[in-house]
């Protein structure tokens, strides 16, 4: 079955104590994203990947940072969480045509104390 | 810069009623739309794309769109609603590049 899966599904954690969500997709997908979700605010894009070992910004990066070393992962890096992190985020990947859809995972809330 | 907004934050209709979901959008290029729905703890799955051709699109559970250039608008519309319709639907942009832009939401809540 194609699919994204992004691990935790829910986590708890304190300020400042670094964390990773993972995120891997099996269908051979040369493109993947991350976004928060927020109320009010849609989704909104944090960092994508064109393909391995090439990744770029998009419009809320601050306090997060990516990897792409395989194409299948696509893992989300918070060096030093804050409050204001406290969201939902999802993991996506396509085909490298823009033109096709995404498949997202299913979302990994995160609280930070 | 490329925009998507979505006119209604949330929807109540009753069950068997017809709804019009809308989102408009800016953009100097042209576009590709997509609709999602997101339904309660689970991620986006596409309902329907805009890419050319044919301005009136038909996706998945009877949904169906027209896009309407001269009114940079997208609206998501069903003739007929269920209680299971209920969940949260987004409008989504791409100009051909590596962003895709998405609307803020629509709560559908559908009522017996």
């Known amino acids: 079955e194609a699919q994204v899966t992004q691990n935790p599904r829910y986590l708890i954690t304190v300020t400042g104590k670094k964390l990773t969500v993972t995120c891997s997709q099996n269908?051979?997908?040369?493109?993947m994203s991350w976004y928060r979700q927020d109320p009010g605010l849609g989704l909104r894009q944090i960092y994508y990947s064109m393909n391995v070992e090439v990744t770029d910004k998009g419009d809320v990066p601050e306090g997060y940072k990516v990897s792409r070393k395989e194409k299948r992962n696509f893992p989300l890096i918070l060096e030093s969480p804050s409050p204001n992190q406290t969201s939902l985020y999802f993991c996506a990947s396509r085909t490298g045509q823009s033109n096709q859809p995404q498949h997202f995972g299913d979302g990994t809330r995160l609280s930070i104390l | 810069a490329q925009s998507v907004t979505q006119l209604d934050s949330q929807v109540p209709v009753f069950e068997e009623a017809p709804v019009e979901l809308r989102c408009n959008y800016s953009?100097?290029?042209?576009?590709?739309l997509f609709w999602y729905v997101q339904y309660p703890n689970q991620g986006l799955q596409l309902l329907l794309k805009y890419l050319s051709g044919s301005t009136l699109v038909k996706g998945i559970n009877g949904f169906e769109a027209e896009f309407n250039k001269s009114q940079t608008s997208f609206h998501l519309r069903k003739p007929s609603v269920h209680i299971s319709d209920t969940a949260e639907y987004f409008c989504a942009l791409n100009t051909g590049g590596f962003k895709t832009i998405f609307g803020a939401g629509t709560r559908l809540f559908v009522k017996a």
């Open positions: 269908m051979n997908h040369e493109y």
């Open positions: 953009s100097s290029v042209s576009v590709y």
